[in-house]
């Protein structure tokens, strides 16, 4: 079950450069900022108005192998990914098996501020990469 719009993903090159260009000329607020090691990136989240709304999530490569550097490298920088806010990863990622999703990970991995991550091929999802996140607080189903 999905809950409701965590982030979008947008691969940038730079990403205090990114942080900037958000600030300045949109007036997004850069909240929280991390490398992940295992995913190979640098990234940061944006809030947008007031903050209670999804996430712009900026990503940068940490590494030339990593997934963001090779998205970078077929086409540039843009949006690279959707991700929904799920209770619970494992049970998402099933349910989406079951419907004949090829999801990435057998188990899933960790994300920013030690959420639980996994993602639909986006070939399965109409040339959408979807993620779904559990956060490491649990979910308020109500917002
Ligand atoms: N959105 C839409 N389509 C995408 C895509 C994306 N982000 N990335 C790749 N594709 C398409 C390619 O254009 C290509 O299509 P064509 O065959 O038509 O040219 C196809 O998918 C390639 O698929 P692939 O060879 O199986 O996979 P790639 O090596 O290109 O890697 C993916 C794609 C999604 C498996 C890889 O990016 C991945 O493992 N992503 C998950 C991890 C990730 O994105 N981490 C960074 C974010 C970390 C975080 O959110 O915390």
């Known amino acids: 079950e999905l809950l409701r719009i965590d982030h979008v993903g947008i691969a940038v090159p730079d990403l205090d450069e ?5 600030q300045e000329n949109l007036g997004l607020r850069c909240v929280h900022q991390e490398t992940n090691d295992e ?4 990234e940061a989240m944006l809030a947008v108005g007031d903050g209670s709304g999804p996430r712009i999530q900026l990503l940068a490569p940490a590494r030339p192998d990593s997934a963001i550097a090779k998205f970078l490298d077929r086409g540039g920088p843009g949006l690279q990914q959707l991700a929904y806010t799920v209770a619970d990863v494992e049970a998402a990622a099933d349910a ?5 999703m090829r999801l990435l990970y057998d188990s899933p991995k960790r994300g920013t ?3 639980r991550i996994n993602f639909v091929h986006p070939k399965d999802a109409g040339g959408v990469l979807v993620e779904l996140v559990e956060p490491a607080e649990p979910v308020h189903r109500s917002g």
């Not at 995913?39 to 640098?42: D, E, H, I, M, T």
Request: a positive charge.
């Open 96 to 100: 989406l098996r079951a419907r004949g």
């Open 39 to 42: 995913q190979g990136v640098r």
């Open 18 to 22: 990114a942080i900037r260009f958000y």
């Open 113 to 115: 501020a030690g959420s």
